[in-house]
């Protein structure tokens, strides 16, 4: 493996519950991704909706992290504290002209095939600067959306190849900011990785398809987008994919030896058997040393 001694990844998990073994999966496959090219892994809650979020979840998280011998290198972040950065990232959008206000439901949407009945990005760049002094209020009558260029897009994903996304200007424009006056995971996750400079992204592959659009709003702030490996997301027995929705079972932090062994195999390792007998950091210490990305199953679900 090439070793990139400035190579930055991250862990950015939602708080909306505990830590299960999918996102362990994700977790472990940045953690080696990381450490294998000798670079940093950082941890950042991405705690921007509270009316999804349990409170106990983030130190669930941070919790289990930590029984299974995951350490962020540098402070834990916490997107509910980065208010006034997303803030200023909307406002330097809106005055670029990438960015626009939206009162449109998403029921009219909908029905409208995803066009703005109310014309939306045509109307509102003439006033977008009255939009810049209401983004401070919560429960304000629109959206912010970003303005995404009509693209065939190309870029390369480290584990799955070349991949080719369409983006289509008005139809698929991001909220950057919902009515109910949260900002929204596509902005918050370009600006933090940006601000982190995380240089690579290991993530799920429920998350593939955002990464078009983020590479746009990526190069509207000014930044070079990172590199992205997407691994396959873990089903459960009917077929969906392993989250919280779901209610995949919390992992048992009192077996982190044998939770970390299972996530190896699922990401297509082949941990020696003699490792259930020792630590956790044993576990990290072999898979850092014999983390092969190119064994990930790709028919791996
Ligand atoms: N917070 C997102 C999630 O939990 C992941 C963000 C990302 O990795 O880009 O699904």
């Known amino acids: 493996m090439t070793i990139l001694r400035n190579y930055r990844g991250r862990f950015a998990p939602s708080p909306t519950g505990p830590l299960h073994f999918g996102s362990l999966v994700t977790a472990l496959?940045?953690?080696?991704?990381?450490?294998?090219?000798?670079?940093?892994?950082?941890?950042r809650i991405e705690d921007l909706?509270?009316?999804?979020?349990?409170?106990?979840?983030?130190?669930?998280?941070?919790?289990?992290?930590?029984?299974?011998?995951?350490?962020?290198?540098?402070?834990?972040?916490f997107q509910s504290r980065r208010h006034e950065v997303y803030h200023s990232a909307i406002?330097?959008?809106?005055?670029?002209?990438?960015?626009?206000?939206c009162s449109c439901s998403r029921k009219e949407l909908q029905t409208n095939h995803g066009r703005h009945p109310q014309q939306c990005r045509s109307n509102n760049f003439s006033i977008n600067k009255v939009a810049i002094h209401?983004?401070?209020?919560?429960?304000?009558p629109f959206a912010i959306r970003y303005a995404l260029n009509d693209e065939q897009c190309q870029w390369r994903d480290q584990l799955l190849g070349p991949q080719h996304q369409t983006v289509r200007s008005e139809i698929d424009d991001p909220v950057l900011l919902r009515k109910e006056g949260f900002f929204a995971y596509q902005l918050a996750v370009v600006v933090d990785d940006i601000e982190q400079g995380i240089t690579d992204v290991v993530r799920g592959s429920d998350l593939l398809e955002m990464t078009a659009q983020q590479r746009q709003i990526y190069r509207a702030l000014g930044a070079t987008p990172p590199r992205w490996l997407h691994i396959p997301v873990i089903l459960n027995d009917q077929g969906q994919k392993l989250s919280k929705q779901n209610r995949a079972p919390a992992l048992d932090n009192d077996r982190p030896v044998k939770n970390v062994f299972e996530a190896l195999v699922a990401l297509g390792q082949e941990p020696p058997a003699s490792l259930l007998m020792g630590s956790v950091t044993?576990?990290?210490?072999?898979?850092?040393?014999?983390w092969h990305r190119g064994a990930i199953h790709l028919t791996h679900r």
């Open 282 to 290: 044993d576990s990290l210490e072999w898979a850092c040393g014999h």
């Open 49 to 77: 909706d509270p009316l999804r979020e349990p409170s106990e979840a983030t130190g669930e998280i941070l919790n289990s992290l930590d029984a299974h011998g995951l350490f962020s290198d540098e402070p834990v972040v």
């Open 29 to 43: 496959a940045s953690y080696l991704e990381a450490k294998s090219c000798e670079g940093r892994w950082l941890v």
């Open 91 to 101: 406002e330097h959008l809106l005055n670029q002209g990438r960015a626009y206000r």
């Open 134 to 140: 209401n983004v401070a209020n919560n429960h304000q």
